[in-house]
């Protein structure tokens, strides 16, 4: 989606009226379903589920890689923030495409009742785990799809050609990669996160279009 003069700088930007009103409500709708998380997967982790085929994990080893995922994780954000900051307009398009990206991920999860891999390790993530899913046991069926998977892809969509989007699709990769070492996810999880992501992208884009008035 190309983007308009009236939104390349947050100045010009800030005084559409349209661009206030995306903005808020979509920073809003993602406080929402943030608030809504807790709730949420203590009714995924109480529901019973099923073990997935997959030949891939059957083979691997597991280690805990939690140290060198949320190195990775953290950086690839602060990355793709950085770029997206000073752009409001793909800021807002990558706002939306994550909201979008989480609701279809609570759908999901709703939809594909696994139980964890046996030989899960789990992840230690001290951001998440105490402002977005704290509960009293650890949540381990947070599964399809990698979520850590998809927001490092979207960020490699969001910014646009060059080295970053490189650098964040490699991050992306390894990120994958490196769930499935810990056993934290399935290989389906982690694949299913690309047409997950292509997706929110791209409706985010036509409801971006159809609302700039």
């Known amino acids: 989606m190309p983007t308009s003069p009236s939104f390349s700088t947050w100045p010009h930007a800030w ?29 995924v982790e109480a529901r019973p589920g099923f073990l997935p085929p ?9 280690h805990d890689a939690s140290g060198a995922t949320f190195a990775v994780i953290y950086g690839g954000i602060l990355l793709g ?18 909201l979008l990206l989480h609701l279809l991920r609570l759908l999901s999860l709703a939809l594909v009742p696994w139980e964890p891999p046996a030989a899960l390790m789990l992840l230690h993530d001290p951001v998440v785990d105490t402002f977005f899913y704290a509960a009293p046991t650890p949540i381990t069926k947070d599964l399809f799809f990698s979520a850590h998977t998809a927001t490092l ?39 299913a996160a690309v047409p997950a992501t292509l997706l929110a992208w791209w409706a985010a884009g036509r409801l971006l279009l159809a609302t700039r008035r």
């Not at 005084?15 to 203590?42: C, D, K, M």
């Not at 923030?81 to 994550?98: E, G, I, K, N, W």
């Open 153 to 191: 892809l979207l960020l490699a969509v969001a910014v646009g050609p060059g080295w970053r989007r490189v650098v964040l699709a490699i991050a992306a990769a390894a990120v994958a990669g490196l769930l499935l070492v810990q056993h934290a996810h399935y290989t389906w999880d982690v694949l």
């Open 81 to 98: 923030l950085t770029t997206l900051l000073p752009r409001p307009q793909s800021l807002l398009r990558a706002l939306l495409a994550f």
């Open 15 to 43: 005084a559409q009226p349209s661009f206030r009103r995306r903005l808020l409500i979509v920073l809003a709708l993602l406080a929402g379903v943030a608030l809504a998380l807790p709730r949420f997967f203590a009714w």
């Open 54 to 62: 997959d030949p891939l994990l059957d083979i691997l080893p597991a």
